[in-house]
């Protein structure tokens, strides 16, 4: 499928995107529902996230020939097959986006992503829908299997309600155990860091549980090393909200400030986290994430940096000291069930214990095949009388 259209970010906090079709011309109809999102308080992260699933349906659209309010459920049906059967495109390393389709790298798009391309889709009809300016039609319909049966008949009422309606083309995403870094893999990345920020931010990250775009937000009058808090802009909130964090991180902070003291700005607004290239900008998410991947390359290792945030939520949670509840308000977590995912043995931990099973197995089995005296003998006396080698 050419990779045709874009998605350019125009730095207008009116109008943070827009999805530009092959010609470049703005597709108003995306326009119109980025909008209802930012009239709905989602985040600028939000708003692109969205915009990518899009794109990514007005391709296929612009491949086919299709105008996007006259797609029925024959496109949507045939667009989540390619999702799952054609698999992500190769793209090429100068970026240039040809009209000539790019080979498939043979790995198809994860549940989770096909899961929420449904999702959004969806609710982007309804909105045209609604607004009579789409098709009367939704394209990617809710799943009516179970429209004979009575509305939530098995829910239980001591459980939180969840709105378990599901789109019909939409996969099942399993549950999948978060996957946190091993220590002896973490202080190999954690030497291998270049830099004093970069040991700050690993720091911080694996000490308060935040998310990447999360420490990215503090300021530099958001720290108080006397206290050992640091402030964030909580990702779905935007509420800014202290974090305690550990004092490592903060050494290392301290040391990153004096490294950086005549290049960045000064002031209780400035950012507290900065390029190290010259000139100096605010440092943003892809820059950490590439960092980091340099950084796992040098030490071949193969953990992301969001998994320092499941590190951290399973050492809080692994603490018989810290309540749960605790570890929610850290993590900011809306639902404790969301914090109890935690409670989950790590894959590493299992192993190690099943094989320390194994091991105490094996040793009982080598105990019960030795010889054992008759009954009535006490076999400390066998010892004195034969000695204990003879046996």
Known sequence: MPLVGELLETRNRWEPYRLLDPSGEVVEAVTLYFRDLQAAGRAEATVRSY???????????????????????????????????A???????????????????????????RAHSETVLRRFYDLHRDAGSGPILNPFPLDRSRRGSRANAHHNPMEIF??????????????????SIPDEEFNEIFAR??????????????????????????????????????????????LVQELPAS??????????????????????????????????????????HRMFERVNERASTSATLHALRHTAAY?????????????????????????????TPRQ???????????????RQAARRSEPQPAPGYRPETLDVLFGSQSR
């Open 51 to 85: 915009g990518m699933d899009l794109l990514r349906w007005f391709r296929f659209l612009w491949a086919i020939e299709v105008p996007w309010d006259h797609a029925t459920r024959v496109e949507a049906r045939d667009f989540c097959r390619w999702l799952l059967i």
């Open 162 to 179: 969840r709105n378990e309606r599901t789109g019909l083309y939409r996969p099942r995403v399993p549950t999948r155990i978060p996957r």
């Open 348 to 362: 590493e931990d299992v192993i190690r214990r099943m094989l320390a099973h194994h091991a105490e197995q094996t």
């Open 247 to 288: 004092t490592d991180a903060f050494v290392w902070l301290r040391l990153y400030q004096v490294e950086m003291q005549e290049l960045i700005p000064n002031g209780r607004r400035q950012p507290l986290w900065w390029t190290l290239r010259r000139p100096v900008r605010p440092l943003t998410y892809h820059a950490v």
């Open 87 to 113: 698999g992500k495109p190769i793209r090429s390393r100068n970026g240039d986006q040809g009209a000539a389709a790019p080979a498939s790298s043979g790995k198809s798009y994860a549940e989770s992503v």
């Open 315 to 343: 050492r809080m949670a692994e603490d018989p000291a810290l309540p749960l509840t605790d570890v929610q308000f850290v993590l900011g977590h809306a639902q404790l069930t969301t914090t109890q995912i935690y409670l």
């Open 193 to 238: 860091l270049p830099s004093h920020r970069d040991r700050a931010l690993v720091a911080f990250y694996v000490s308060t549980g935040a998310r990447a775009s999360e420490l990215l937000s503090t300021s530099q009058g958001g720290v108080d090393p006397g206290r050992q808090l640091i402030s964030v802009v909580r990702k779905g909130t935007r």
